[in-house]
């Protein structure tokens, strides 16, 4: 999993019929220090976040694990919304 | 498998069902001279580690659906391992401080 923030929405009408009722979000993966990590990508958010909030997400095939039994036809899934992180 | 440094700890409330209660931990993986490689990672955590600890991790989602013991999960990266030594024998950099 990787930690990112989530920084837009994308609205698309005319999509994959499994990707219908998903909420997909724009996010932008982060260092743990909260620097931008890479470019921005499309995640499908499976707990219920919004713009400027920190989450984690999964990718690849287990992206499409928290819809099922539905067949989500997505490779990155936002999991969790993080409260807070601590370095060591 | 990778070997990382745990760097530091999560704390998510709102998550996926099949994660709740499990630990997560951003783990830092490392090159053979233990410096950090690639960015760091968010891994369930199967093996008790903590921050400072060098671990195994395994980065495939079988794999860390195992390690979370939850069947089918949105998981895709997990600690399988605490390392204890290291041993490079043959190798620039040998020496791997454990």
Do not use: Y
């Not at chain 2, 209660?21 to 008790?48: E, F, M």
């Amino acid at each position: 999993m990787w930690l990112a923030r989530v920084v837009g929405t994308v609205v698309a009408t005319r999509k994959d019929p499994g990707l219908a009722g998903t909420k997909l979000l724009l996010i932008q993966p982060l260092t743990p220090e909260r620097t931008p990590h890479g470019k921005p990508i499309v995640a499908v958010d499976s707990v219920g976040c919004g713009v400027t909030e920190e989450v984690f997400f999964v990718r690849g095939r287990e992206a499409s694990f928290p819809f099922l039994p539905a067949e989500v036809p997505a490779d990155a899934a936002i999991v969790g919304i993080v409260d807070h992180w601590s370095l060591g | 498998m990778l070997v990382g440094r745990v760097i530091g700890n999560v704390v998510a409330t709102q998550k996926n069902d099949k994660l709740r209660g499990a630990k997560l931990l951003l783990v830092q993986p490392l090159d053979l001279q233990q410096r950090p490689r690639g960015a760091a990672v968010l891994a369930i955590d199967s093996v008790h580690a903590g921050v400072g600890d060098r671990v195994l991790i395994v980065q495939e989602g079988r794999a860390a659906q195992l390690a979370l013991g939850q069947g089918v999960a949105a998981v895709d990266a997990a600690i399988v391992g605490i390392v204890d030594a290291l041993e490079l024998d043959g190798l620039e950099g040998h020496g791997s401080g454990a």
